[in-house]
């Protein structure tokens, strides 16, 4: 990406799923050189850890995606350090695994929390679950699906 040219919405999804497979980024993510683009879809989230653990995938609104993450919007409280994966889907309908950490929490009314999230490698925990195929690439998550570790090794 060239440098002092703006950034488009499928540049920072672009550099969501390089980050999410452990890749050097094409831009740093210091949120105040880069703006924030509208991103209202429903996105697969599954959660890893104490907080926050679930066996199924959850189904979370987006509302905007920098080039160093995403905000969420539920209405139950995310806790900072909470680590899971979103599937982002690209404007060329191409979809990503993205690991994702909870930097914070706001209340925002009406029952509901937006929690801003920066983008990280995959958790090496999550490597095994079935979501991810064995040659590198990615299988849909679908809300409500339970996922289970295979026995196969993280690669």
């Known amino acids: 990406m060239a440098k002092g040219r703006k950034l488009t919405l499928d540049d920072c999804l672009t550099n969501a799923a390089k980050i999410g497979a452990g890749r050097k980024p094409s831009e740093d993510n210091d949120r105040r050189d880069h703006g924030r683009h509208p991103y209202?879809?429903?996105?697969p989230v599954y959660w890893l850890g104490e907080l926050n653990r679930s066996s199924e995938v959850a189904l979370l609104r987006a509302s905007d995606?920098?080039?160093?993450?995403?905000?969420?919007?539920?209405?139950?409280m995310l806790y900072p350090?909470?680590?899971?994966?979103?599937q982002l889907t690209r404007?060329?309908?191409?979809h990503a695994i993205v690991g994702i950490e909870v930097m914070y929490t706001d209340y925002i009314g009406d029952m509901r929390y937006a929690s801003g999230c920066r983008f990280i490698a995959v958790?090496?925990?999550?490597?095994?679950?079935?979501f991810m195929q064995g040659d590198g690439g990615?299988?849909?998550m679908r809300p409500g699906e339970r996922l289970a570790r295979t026995d196969r090794p993280a690669a």
Not at 81 to 86: E, H, I, M, T, W
Not at 91 to 94: I, K, Y
Request: aromatic fraction near 0%; glycine fraction near 10%; charge should be positive.
């Open 40 to 43: 209202h879809k429903d996105v």
């Open 65 to 76: 995606v920098s080039v160093g993450g995403i905000r969420l919007v539920c209405r139950h």
């Open 81 to 86: 350090g909470a680590k899971g994966v979103v």
């Open 91 to 94: 404007q060329a309908a191409e």
């Open 123 to 130: 958790p090496q925990e999550l490597l095994s679950t079935r």
């Open 138 to 140: 990615v299988a849909l």
